[in-house]
T-cell receptor, first 115, second 112 residues
């Protein structure tokens, strides 16, 4: 299985500011994803982080709000921009690989509180 | 449109009992059906998974039953223990796409 490190693990931010979350994987993976989990809710896919090209966003999520970078096969960042209290959630990095037969693994998540 | 429906929302069982959680999916392109276990403050951890070419998979106390024609699958936890108390999510994905669609989750409480 892949080992995924996410930083920061939690943060409290002022509204109107931005936070960048980092995701580091211990091996090269073909697919990386960013999910959001609002309090007491299920996981919702934000976007697929594509290496060397623009991320692919799901309906309801836009690049201006959630810019994503993926400079190589082991690292990605998600930025939550111009934050409001509604952005308070857990943000999760996930990876999958053809070498793991499609099994997906998750980081510990970043718990974000916007005040 | 919710592509993966999970039930029940919450479940309380006695220690030693059987916990059963059900999921139904709509997209026939899905070919990978995992179950995740999530403890408070932690990310989801892969528990067990099945592909549609088999009807059942067992790992220890955990069993997935899969009904391809009905587009349903379920998780059975035998001899449930208080340490199994967590939130369980079913999911479905297409291996080539990699991204998963999750059910709404089931909060399981196992009473001692």
């Amino acid at each position: 299985s892949a080992v995924i490190s996410q930083k920061p693990s939690r943060d409290i931010c002022q509204r109107g500011t931005s936070l960048t979350i980092q995701c580091q994987v211990d091996s090269q993976v073909t697919m990386m994803f960013w999910y959001r989990q609002q309090p007491g809710q299920s996981l919702t896919l934000i976007a697929t982080a594509n290496q060397g090209s623009e991320a692919t966003y799901e309906s309801g999520f836009v690049i201006d709000k959630f810019p994503i970078s993926r400079p190589n096969l082991t690292f990605s960042t998600l930025t939550v921009s111009n934050m409001s209290p509604e952005d308070s959630s857990i943000y999760l990095c996930s990876v999958a690989s053809t070498w793991t037969s499609g099994e997906a693994f998750f980081g510990q998540g970043t718990r974000l509180t916007v005040v | 449109q919710q592509q993966v429906k999970q039930s029940p929302q919450s479940l309380i069982v006695q220690k030693g009992g059987i916990s059963i959680i059900n999921c139904a999916y709509e997209n026939t392109a899905f070919d990978y059906f995992p179950w995740y276990q999530q403890f408070p403050g932690k990310g989801p951890a892969l528990l067990i998974a099945i592909r549609p070419d088999v009807s059942e998979k067992k790992e220890g106390r955990f069993t997935i039953s899969f009904n391809k024609s009905a587009k349903q699958f379920s998780l059975h936890i035998m001899d449930s223990q208080p340490g199994d108390s967590a939130t369980y999510f079913c999911a479905a994905s297409n291996t080539n796409a990699g991204k998963s669609t999750f059910g709404d989750g089931t909060t399981l409480t196992v009473k001692p």
